[in-house]
């Protein structure tokens, strides 16, 4: 069974890098076609694509985050992280890592696994 598992600090200080982890177990984040996204949902919004890693090391971004943000990979530990960087309190939210074949995007039905999600604050 594919799981993941977001891992990262709770709260973050404006204007510091965020960084999250996502642990994938089940299959390979090398396996291919397979897509890597991270997923946020603000408190009282709608959960908004940040951006993907491929199978191959490709990655696509939110045009909104592009500046801020960046995706990399440990495929040695099957796990693909995020960083954020300059955050404010507009980036506190649930951040979800989650997996689908050959897609990106905000259609959120064609993701095949999601982590549980963890909370970020942005706090001073």
């Known amino acids: 069974q594919v799981q993941l598992q977001e891992s990262g600090p709770g709260l973050v200080k404006p204007s510091q890098t965020l960084s999250l982890i996502c642990t994938v177990s089940?299959?390979?984040?090398?396996?291919?076609?397979?897509?890597w996204s991270w997923i946020r949902q603000p408190p009282g919004k709608d959960k908004e694509w940040m951006g993907a890693?491929?199978?191959?090391?490709?990655?696509y971004w939110n045009p909104s985050l592009k500046s801020r943000a960046s995706i990399s990979r440990d495929t040695s530990k099957n796990r693909f992280i995020l960083q954020l960087r300059d955050v404010t309190a507009e980036d506190t939210a649930v951040y979800y890592c989650?997996?689908?074949?050959?897609?990106?995007?905000?259609?959120?039905?064609?993701?095949?696994?999601w982590g549980q999600g963890t909370q970020v604050t942005v706090s001073s």
């Open positions: 089940g299959s390979s984040i090398t396996t291919i076609s397979s897509v």
């Open positions: 890693i491929t199978y191959s090391g490709t990655t």
């Open positions: 989650a997996s689908s074949e050959g897609l990106y995007g905000n259609r959120w039905h064609q993701y095949d696994y």
